[in-house]
């Protein structure tokens, strides 16, 4: 048996924003069901497939129970830095980039954010992909893409 983190009625803060995965009825899939950084109650803790512990999770502002995996939380009172994008959002340079003086990305290039790096020296940063490259850009270098989804 595996031993789970988070006991019944453990207040927990999702790390990332909760999309349909095709089994939340009455929500298409992909649809946005929680947001990252929003605190909810456990109510249920089970296993999928036996090997990973998954928790039915009560969030009361949006009265939605939502099945979490263990690494999707954090203790509602642990240290939380909210930001701006979440993994897969698409993203414009703010500015040109560089990286030993020379220009890797162009003012106004399209990328995509690979993972949130909340614990960077300064600010919120990110691994963005511009192409082929992946790149540690700060939150301030990054502006939302016009096709953004959820507002954030």
């Not at 803060?13 to 109650?41: K, M, S, W």
């Not at 993203?91 to 030993?100: F, N, Q, R, T």
């Not at 990110?126 to 016009?146: D, I, M, N, Q, W």
């Amino acid at each position: 048996m595996i031993a789970a983190r988070y006991g019944y009625g453990a207040a927990v803060r999702v790390v990332r924003n909760l999309r349909n995965d095709g089994t939340f009825p009455g929500h298409a899939t992909g649809e946005l069901l929680v947001r990252r950084g929003r605190i909810g109650y456990v109510r249920d803790v089970g296993t999928f497939l036996q090997d990973e512990v998954i928790y039915s999770v009560h969030f009361l502002d949006v009265n939605r129970v939502v099945g979490c995996r263990e690494q999707e939380l954090i203790p509602a009172d642990a240290p939380w830095v909210d930001s701006a994008f979440d993994s897969r959002d698409k993203v414009a340079a703010k500015k040109a980039l560089a990286l030993g003086g020379e220009t890797v990305v162009e003012t106004g290039e399209i990328g995509e954010v690979m993972q949130v790096l909340r614990d960077a020296p300064g600010e919120v940063a990110y691994h963005v992909a511009f192409g082929e490259h992946v790149y540690a850009v700060p939150e301030s270098a990054l502006a939302p893409h016009a096709l953004k989804e959820d507002g954030g």
